[in-house]
């Protein structure tokens, strides 16, 4: 008798070079007039996937999902969707759909009507229309208001219709322009999951475009780092927070302290770092693959220095300064530190114990250390 697996399968069809993207973006740029909006993307997306493109204002995110959906085109490069290329193909015949901040619902019309219009268009009979549109409703379990208007819906609401009125058309690509922009906080984090759990079960490929780094690790199986039009880094979360490839990449996802220098040992599995900053030689757990002399600069993250009043020792990886600020978030809290060069750095330490009983409190002097593992050398 076969035994059920115990694991689950890893989704990760971008590690099997066998796997045919769904969605392959080569060389697209875009300029208007003078301004490089997007510049030189080169990019794979894989049927089932669910990947996000993330980047502050201006990065060119948008333009590279309207580029998707036909509403603008690329000054060069070429798209293609399962092996088509796209660039003579108007949006309206792309395997596309897009959900819209604004979401874009007909006021005049009920939920189930929104839902139905875009079936009605494509002249699919009315008994499959109506099929599709309790089915679709179910999913996103409005059901019980498609005789509402959209004014006499939640934000929440309006977002579960529009999802829904995209869903019903069975797109092969689903591209969301910040989803879950117009719900507040307990809102936007509900969703999430709600939306991850909906585009599992669907199938559908999701390419959604956010400035919002925690709603990206949350939701996507891969996120893309845009910054001033360019692809920073492709990971999944893990790899993007993790080993991120770049300072700006490590700046922009979480926190990061970065502590420059140059490298004075390269070996297979450590490098030393002088930064002159610190007055100390910095230790890390991987080879940089640069020389010895090269500008570098490491980076370690807030939750993996440990914080002691104590000197430690041995003192690799060790720095001393004073506690000059302490940000309390409930389940964490921030600890600004200023050493002796007058830098700050950020220690993240988890609220194991009431308040009152906080270990650290402002002017106290600590050292900071971090195993050589738990930092990464960036080249510069
Ligand atoms: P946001 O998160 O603010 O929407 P974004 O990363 O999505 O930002 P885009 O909308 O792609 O950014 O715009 C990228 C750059 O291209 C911006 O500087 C923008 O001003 C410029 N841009 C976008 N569309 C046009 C246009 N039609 N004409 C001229 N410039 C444009």
Avoid at 42 to 50: C, N, T
Avoid at 73 to 94: N, W
Avoid at 114 to 124: C, E, I, P, S, W
Avoid at 225 to 241: C, D, F, L
């Amino acid at each position: 008798m076969a035994l059920p697996s115990a694991k689950p399968q890893v989704f990760a069809p971008w590690n099997d070079p066998e796997a045919k993207p769904l969605i392959r973006i080569e060389g697209v740029s875009k300029s208007f007039g003078d301004f490089h909006a997007v510049n030189k993307v080169d990019l794979d997306i894989y049927p089932g996937e669910f990947f996000s493109l993330l980047g502050a204002s201006g990065c060119g995110k948008t333009t590279l999902l309207r580029m998707l959906a036909g509403f603008e085109t690329p000054t060069e490069g070429r798209i293609s969707i399962d092996g088509v290329d796209m660039t003579s193909i108007p949006p309206y015949e792309r395997p596309i759909n897009m959900m819209f901040q604004s979401y874009a619902l007909f006021p005049h019309m009920t939920v189930a009507q929104n839902v139905a219009f875009g079936l009605k268009q494509d002249r699919v009979p009315k008994r499959l229309i109506g099929n599709k549109v309790r089915e679709v409703l179910d999913l996103v379990q409005m059901s019980r208001f498609a005789e509402r208007k959209p004014q006499q819906l939640s934000g929440g609401q309006r977002q579960r219709v529009a999802l829904a009125r995209c869903l019903a058309k069975e797109p092969k690509v689903l591209l969301l322009d910040e989803p879950l922009a117009a719900l507040d906080k307990k809102l936007r984090e509900q969703t999430q999951l709600e939306l991850v759990n909906i585009q599992d079960r669907v199938g559908i490929t999701f390419v959604m475009v956010t400035h919002d780094q925690e709603e990206a690790m949350t939701m996507s199986a891969r996120i893309g780092v845009m910054n001033a039009g360019s692809i920073e880094q492709i990971g999944t979360p893990v790899e993007i927070y993790e080993y991120p490839t770049t300072t700006f990449v490590a700046d922009f996802i979480g926190t990061a302290n970065m502590f420059d220098g140059v490298v004075s040992l390269e070996e297979q599995n450590r490098t030393v770092v002088d930064c002159s900053e610190l007055e100390t030689q910095l230790t890390v757990g991987h080879a940089s693959g640069v020389a010895v002399g090269a500008p570098v600069t490491v980076m370690v993250r807030p939750e993996k220095m440990t914080v002691q009043r104590e000197k430690p020792d041995p003192r690799i990886n060790c720095v001393h300064g004073v506690v000059s600020d302490i940000a309390y978030l409930g389940d964490i809290s921030i600890y600004h530190v200023r050493l002796e060069s007058g830098r700050k750095v950020q220690v993240a330490l988890t609220n194991l114990r009431h308040t009152s009983e906080q270990r650290l409190t402002w002017d106290d002097e600590v050292y900071l250390t971090w195993h050589p593992a738990n930092s990464l050398v960036l080249v510069q």
